[in-house]
């Protein structure tokens, strides 16, 4: 769909961004429930219990992480530079000691 499209057209009948239409006309919202139908429909989503938990906590701590390093592009000047200053300083230290269980395992990092 096109900027102006959605503008015009697609907010009103989807709502925000990110949506999926499905081929039957359905209309699915939201990143990480998305993101997990489009995992299972190609086989990419894990079958394992405890590897479903490791994979959704990652996803769901990283919408924090995403949400305040994203303040650095969504603002200008001094605002935007205190945005970045944080997520130097604090942001990306503070994510990075949380995921270190996970980089050891593999799961931020990939196996291969």
């Known amino acids: 769909m096109s900027i102006p ?19 039957d006309g359905s209309i699915m919202k939201e990143t990480d429930p998305i993101a997990r139908y489009i995992c299972r429909q190609i086989d990419e989503y894990p079958t394992n219990p405890l590897d479903c938990y490791r994979n959704d906590y990652i996803i769901q701590r990283y919408q924090g992480f995403f949400n305040n390093v994203h303040k650095t592009v969504l603002t200008f000047g001094a605002e935007s ?21 996970f980089v050891k395992e593999g799961w931020v990092v990939g196996d291969g």
């Open 5 to 23: 499209s959605w503008i015009t057209m697609g907010k009103k009948k989807y709502g925000g961004m990110p949506f999926c239409e499905r081929k």
């Open 81 to 101: 530079k205190k945005h970045r200053a944080t997520a130097l300083a604090e942001t990306l230290p503070n994510w990075l000691t949380e995921m270190t269980p």
